[in-house]
């Protein structure tokens, strides 16, 4: 194990690297295809505008974390992985000519496309010359009153050098003439916005007679720059912002408490190293230059955008607009028909009837929620076991957990700390869970908790009267937050199979007791055999091809990186096995190539929602095997993770999993997009005569209620 553990990153795996390989997609061009692919919605004028403008803003956020981690990891490493610095500058180039593509075609959509047409349907984000004297008026009372007060001008000088900026954050450089109050020729300062203003602010209905009025907090602070220098001469001026590496890492010789060494990183986090900087499409080379200088920045990762340098924050203005004709429309989850009967059994009654399968969004993960909460009272129920990858900052499951605790419920929670982005939160969950009264244990140091499981023990009466424990088990693929489960694509199960509850249960001895977990008949465990059993799969199929019976691979997952499963994908193609493959993001398999992949297909599917489930489907002499699981086919996934795939066994809910989770998927033709064997994506389209089918729009029809009044297969 590295003596160095950091967080999610593949740069030192060789399909990780920027060097060319025929056999090989580059990782890196495929992450930035899948933005491409975002971004093409954004265009799409079949999608309702606000959600278009949506799509920008999450592009804008995907490049962050591009930047803030795989850029900064691969920098930070290159001496490290032993690239020679003339491949990583080369390489390094082709990302960076690639990004600023995105980030040109991203603001000549929102400039020339999206805000012209939300002017047309009464939303007007104005700029300074656009506001009317009234509007102006109102905008000098508010920066008056709400803004100024809270900035702080910090003019450069020796007694005031060049201030920390913070990861992310609105700045504002501003070149003056003149001298200062004391007679000094200062020329340069800057300000920090502060976090705590908004980034969009809605005028009052009064002064927007033709719909609704926006003002960006970085358009106030331009009009009056000029106020916070009385007795200067502005120049010049620019918003910049800057984003840094946000890896953490923790020394596991010196560690002695996990928490408390993440405590301390996250202080440090908004202040590693600068690796892009964003200023104004109207900054002056000479002061971008200064401020590259400051930051130590290559000039190829400098950004000059035509527009807020934070285009996420756009999406506070879409939360402030109400026309729904300007969104999706409105979709209910459903509920199996299983829970939708109006009797008096409680859910561990009914599990021990039959399984339930959720898919969510499309149905509601409320009976998660319900099945922690009804242990939480029950009586019967001694011991409550989860694991905790996300939450977010509020969470009834978290909150059930707590309440078990309270109740002197036996209550373990393996909480991973290391969740990128979540640390924060999960850290403020993990405090509340001890002083509860849980067991709250942090996984292992060095690999990511990533397993979605739960697991409840009762003590229940036999027929014959005798107390035995019985065990109940969720599996999922999608974490236990509870915004995600309304956005993002995932299976759970819901399961009183005492065999399979009984390997769940091993999993969370072996990780809090931190011994080899004993032998599993059921479930696929990483970093010990997840990798090696998929590998199986794939050569069993092969196998069977080879017999000359026909074989048939269908996978679908967020990514496809690891080589070792590359490999054998391309050995199953060449022994004639039919395999499909559906990739939401990176995916470094090339497809159909003569003589190594032609009987591989992969397409990616761009949705109203994230798509996020992991299935594996072996057609293994028609036993139709089928795996859920919480990993992608990634290097960080097999070996520096912990990870579940669970098989679903019950016939009829291994036939809803593929048909819900696959077979439309590959019908799809207005949301897919395929993959080709020289690495370009293309859109999928219905032939002349053949219908619109999207595998989203299908399922919200067929398990949820979606609006009548949509037509669109979007």
């Keep these: 194990m590295d003596k160095k553990t950091k967080s999610d990153d593949d740069t030192k795996h060789p399909s990780a690297r920027l060097g060319p390989n025929p056999s090989y997609l580059n990782r890196e061009l495929s992450q930035l295809a899948f933005n491409r692919r975002v971004m093409a919605q954004a265009e799409d004028r079949h999608i309702p505008l606000l959600e278009r403008l949506r799509y920008l803003c999450i592009v804008s956020n995907n490049l962050d974390e591009f930047f803030e981690v795989r850029i900064a990891s691969l920098l930070a490493n290159s001496q490290i992985d032993g690239v020679e610095p ?34 047309a349907n009464g939303i007007h984000l104005l700029r300074h010359s656009d506001r009317s004297e009234e509007q102006r008026a109102w905008v000098k009372t508010f920066f008056d009153q709400e803004i100024r007060p809270l900035l702080t001008p910090i003019g450069l000088d020796p007694a005031h050098p060049f201030p920390q900026v913070v990861n992310k954050s609105l700045n504002f450089i501003v070149e003056m003439t003149g001298k200062d109050a004391f007679g000094r020729s200062t020329s340069i300062a800057i300000i920090k916005a502060p976090r705590v203003l908004p980034r969009v602010i809605k005028l009052p209905d009064a002064l927007s007679p033709n719909g609704s009025s926006f003002c960006l907090l970085s358009s106030i602070i331009h009009a009056h720059i000029g106020d916070l220098f009385s007795g200067r001469q502005i120049l010049a001026y620019s918003q910049f912002r800057v984003t840094r590496n946000s890896d953490l890492w923790v020394d596991e010789e010196e560690v002695k408490n996990l928490r408390q060494a993440l405590q301390s990183e996250l202080q440090s986090r908004q202040f590693g190293v600068a690796v892009r900087l964003e200023v104004a499409r109207s900054c002056p080379p000479h002061l971008a230059q200064f401020l590259l200088d400051q930051f130590a920045i290559a000039p190829n990762r400098l950004y000059t955008v035509d527009g807020p340098v934070n285009m996420v924050r756009l999406s506070e203005m879409i939360d402030q607009i109400s026309d729904p004709g300007l ?274 297909h992969v397409r990616s599917i761009i949705g109203r929602f994230l798509e996020h489930s992991r299935i594996y489907y072996f057609r293994n002499n028609l036993q139709h095997d089928v795996y859920l699981a919480s990993a992608d086919w990634m290097n960080r996934n097999l070996f520096r993770r912990v990870e579940v795939a669970f098989p679903v066994q019950d016939k009829s809910l291994k036939r809803r999993v593929i048909n819900e989770g696959l077979t439309p998927y590959l019908k799809d033709n207005t949301n897919a997009w395929n993959l080709g064997s020289d690495g370009n994506w293309h859109k999928n389209k219905p032939h002349r005569r053949q219908k619109q089918y999207g595998a989203q729009r299908h399922l919200m029809l067929a398990l949820g209620a979606l609006s009548p009044t949509h037509s669109s297969n979007k």
């Design 327 to 600: 969104r999706f429309p409105s979709f209910a989850p459903g509920l199996p028909a299983q829970l939708q009967l109006d009797n008096a059994s409680d859910i561990f009654e009914q599990l021990k009837q039959k399984d339930v399968l959720l898919h969510h969004p499309f149905q509601s993960f409320q009976p998660v929620v319900d099945f922690v909460r009804s242990a939480a009272f029950d009586n019967d129920v001694v011991a409550i076991k989860q694991t905790i990858y996300r939450t977010g900052m509020n969470s009834d499951l978290m909150e059930a957990l707590i309440v078990a605790a309270q109740r002197g419920k036996e209550v373990t929670v393996i909480v991973e700390l290391m969740a990128r982005f979540d640390e924060e939160a999960n850290i403020n969950w993990a405090d509340k869970l001890e002083r509860a009264g849980a067991q709250v244990v942090y996984g292992v140091v060095g690999l990511k908790t990533h397993a979605k499981l739960s697991l409840v023990i009762r003590r229940e009466r036999d027929k014959d009267g005798n107390g035995e424990l019985r065990y109940y088990a969720h599996l999922g693929t999608g974490n236990y937050h509870p915004s995600t489960t309304k956005l993002y694509t995932d299976f759970g199960l819901l399961t009183s199979n005492q065999k399979l509850a009984t390997e769940v249960n091993e999993v969370f001895m072996h990780l809090t007791s931190l011994t080899k977990p004993k032998k599993m008949d059921y479930l696929w465990l990483a970093p010990f055999l997840l990798q090696k059993e998929i590998i199986r799969a794939i050569h069993n199929e092969a196998e069977i091809a080879r017999k000359g019976r026909p074989a048939r691979i269908v996978a679908k997952m967020n990514a496809l990186l690891d080589e070792s499963v590359i490999r054998a994908l391309y050995d199953a193609s060449a022994d004639g096995v039919k395999i499909e493959l559906i990739v939401r993001g990176a995916c470094a398999l090339r497809p159909g190539v003569p003589g190594l992949s032609e009987n591989i």
């Design 86 to 119: 003339p491949a990583l500058v080369a390489a390094l180039e082709r990302t960076s000519v690639e990004c600023h593509q995105i980030v040109d075609r991203q603001y000549a959509i929102l400039n020339q496309t999206i805000l012209p047409q939300l002017a």
